[in-house]
């Protein structure tokens, strides 16, 4: 087990007259090698809940394990868990800050104790695993570039540190939908390719849904669902629509025609499978005409 | 380190208290008076009747003493520092002696009394800035300073910068936080390594600050010009403020106990 979250709460201003509960009761154990999707509506604690996976929060109350290491215990060595969990924040291109993008790479291996000799190579691969050229980027100013390439260049310069699991906020925020499917895409390769363990969080389950293995589904502080995006389109539905987040554009079709009475299957992830399972029913007139 | 979000002192905190929705401009003139009367006052009796005045007001404010109490944490120092200094430094009649040091009869007077008087100018200033929003305080300081237009002094166009800056302290502490965050995740230590080293762990803080804090001011700027906004001159209010009669009875009220205990003490 990775991470292991017992009994989590996180309040906000703790006895100040603008306390926050952030966090309520949160169990989770999350595996090496997982794909998992965290959505929830903005301000539901997604943020403050992944900034326990390194250590940046502690719980108020409740415990939390990275590879079987208490993050609220004193004298822990909250460095190696930073470099094993690798945390992307939201708009990640506000941190940029160094004169190259190399540079910028190279922030995170160098603080962490790489030697120099090595940390060229880790920037060379990091950069392409953003697909960005080395020859091309590697000496521009972070400053130069568009709003997308900033945002790789920030993607990389956590990937450097080679992390075992990455967790990224809200990647896709703010982004035009062409550079918002590459970074995507970008992230199911580097899953792929490297077996990292990856959590995205999002507030919307457009396009997430079909990629990641397991979602967690978050409301007002607690987890309310922990399941396989097919389960849960297939038999909470209902549910999800209830706490007001949407489904996905396929799915909401499917679980409309089910609604109208047609005995359509919705824990469907793509157009594909909508095509595939509506001409089915189709073909079987006993079930459609009911 | 830690950055604490809420700068829990100065903080308005919303009631529906006669304290609240007195007049802005009544409430800093007020706080004014009571901090130049502590000024004037030297004996310990005039002190505790301010004071009283203060607490009585608090308690008018609903605000739960708690908050006031939680900020004072943060002065703490302060007032403790200045009662050291005082009690070692001045020079009279010797109580107690400790090899060079020594502590004077006329030195502990001295200290517990201004001690005191820090402690109530603080007092003063909380119940101010818990008890009124930044806007209305603001919209008080421009019409009070508005009164000194004839001097030249551009009232509208500081009151202005007063809004803004109150409006993007936590904008800018909340940012802080983020970055920092951001960049511990990378690797990044502000808390280890000499004075010189903690300066350099700065800089991929300091960077991302600034670049963001221009082009906040930047938008800001193209945001107040696209709405023709063009400095004071013959401008009206949204929320006129208007002198009611509990503004006037509460200033003459505060005015003579101050005057009273001034003279008297
Ligand atoms: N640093 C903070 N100080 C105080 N309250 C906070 C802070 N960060 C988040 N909150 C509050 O905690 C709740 C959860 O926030 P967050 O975890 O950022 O939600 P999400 O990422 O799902 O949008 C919100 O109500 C938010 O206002
Ligand atoms: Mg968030």
Redesign the pocket.
């Known amino acids: 087990m990775f991470i292991h979250l017992d009994e989590v709460y996180y309040t ?2 703790i006895d100040m007259p ?1 306390e ?1 509960k ?1 966090l309520k009761n949160i169990n989770l154990e999350i595996q090496k090698g997982e794909f998992i999707g965290l959505i ?10 992944i900034q326990h996976f390194n250590g940046l929060l502690t719980p108020t109350s409740g415990k939390v394990y990275v590879e079987g290491i208490d993050t609220s215990k004193k004298g822990i060595d909250l460095k190696s868990i930073r470099r094993k969990v690798g945390l992307v924040f939201q708009y990640p291109e506000n941190q940029l800050f160094e004169e190259t993008v190399y540079k910028e790479v190279a922030f995170g291996p160098k603080k962490f104790g790489l030697p120099e000799d090595k940390i060229e190579n880790r920037v060379r691969e990091a950069l392409k695993m953003v697909d960005l050229d080395y020859n091309l980027y590697a000496e521009r100013s972070p400053f130069s570039l568009s709003g997308g390439e900033m945002r790789r260049v920030a993607l990389a310069s956590i990937l450097s540190i080679r992390p075992e699991m990455l967790v990224l ?1 809200e990647p896709t925020a703010n982004l035009d939908p062409q550079s918002r499917n590459k970074i995507l895409s970008e992230i199911k390769a580097i899953h792929n390719n490297f077996g990292i363990t990856i959590v995205l ?1 999002s ?1 919307n389950m457009e396009k997430i849904a079909e990629m990641v293995d397991r979602l967690l589904v ?1 409301h007002k ?1 607690e987890i309310i669902m922990d399941s396989s995006p097919r389960d849960i389109f297939a038999n909470h539905a209902n549910d999800l629509l209830q706490v007001g987040l949407g489904l996905p554009q396929v799915t909401q079709c499917m679980y409309e025609l089910k609604e109208r009475g047609k005995k359509v299957y919705t824990g469907v992830l793509t157009v594909d499978e909508a095509a595939k399972e509506i001409l089915s029913r189709m073909k079987s007139p006993t079930v459609s005409r009911k | 380190m830690k950055i604490s ?2 700068i829990s002192f100065g903080q308005y905190i919303p009631r529906d208290s006669l304290i609240h929705n007195l007049d802005p401009r009544v409430k800093i003139l007020s706080c004014l008076v009571m901090i130049i009367s502590l000024f004037l006052i030297t004996q310990f009796w005039g002190y505790l009747i301010l004071c009283s005045f203060t607490l009585g007001g608090i308690i008018i404010s609903q605000i739960h003493p708690k908050f006031i109490f939680q900020g004072l944490r943060n002065i703490l120092f302060i007032i403790i520092f200045t009662l050291i200094i005082h009690l070692f430094m001045t020079e009279g009649e010797v109580l107690y002696q400790v090899s060079f040091l020594k502590i004077t009869k006329e030195g502990l007077i001295n200290g517990l009394l201004i001690s005191f008087r820090l402690f109530i100018l603080i007092l003063v200033t909380y119940l101010l800035t818990l008890t009124t929003s930044p806007i209305s305080l603001t919209d008080g300081i421009e019409r009070l300073l508005s009164f000194f237009r004839f001097m030249g002094i551009p009232a509208h166009e500081i009151a202005m910068m007063m809004t803004i800056a109150l409006r993007f302290i936590p904008t800018l502490l ?1 940012e802080t ?1 983020k970055i920092m965050k951001a960049q511990i995740s990378r690797g990044a230590d502000f808390d280890s390594g000499n004075i010189f080293e903690r300066a350099k762990s700065l800089i991929p803080l300091l960077i991302p600050l600034f670049v963001n804090a221009f082009r906040r001011a930047d938008e800001l700027a193209i945001a107040m010009e696209a709405r023709c906004y063009r400095g004071g001159e013959g401008r009206t209010n949204y929320r006129e403020l208007k002198i009611r009669k509990t503004d006037i009875l509460t200033f003459a009220f505060t005015i003579i106990i101050t005057f009273v205990t001034s003279i008297m003490f």
């Open positions: 906000y201003n603008f926050t952030a929830g509506h903005t301000g539901c604690g997604k943020t403050t809940l906020d969080v507030h978050m502080g | 979000r809420n909340e936080e």
